[in-house]
Nanobody, 120 residues
């Protein structure tokens, strides 16, 4: 199983980016999918998560600016980021809880990270 994230880049403050993360491989079922980031000098933090039932949770710092969504048919999770701020600059990682064929449990899988830079 692999998670491929993309969509990062350089944007000015107030701008927007859309991250996507596609899961591929021997996937029997997808559970929760989410985005995390690691600000410089800080621990990795949750940005947003969406359950298999489409319930969403956001970090307080991104509420009202970021929107997480998923396309189950494409095994893909998205993060629409609007009104970006310089403090949003860091690497963003996607994570998915995946049950592979032949397994009775869900395991965590991580993408490789995509860098977001917010600067004028």
């Amino acid at each position: 199983v692999q998670l491929q994230a993309c969509g990062g880049g350089l944007v000015q403050p107030g701008g927007s980016l859309r991250l996507s993360c596609a899961a591929s491989g021997a996937i029997f079922r997808l559970g929760d999918m989410g985005w995390y980031r690691r600000p410089p000098g800080l621990q990795r933090e949750l940005v947003a998560v969406i359950t298999s039932g489409d319930s969403t949770t956001y970090a307080d710092s991104v509420k009202g600016r970021f929107t997480i969504s998923r396309d189950t048919a494409k095994n893909t999770v998205y993060l629409q980021m609007n009104n970006l701020k310089p403090e949003d600059t860091t690497v963003y990682y996607c994570k998915a809880d995946i049950r592979i064929y032949g397994s009775g449990t869900y395991d965590d899988y991580w993408g490789q990270g995509t860098h977001v830079t917010v600067s004028s």
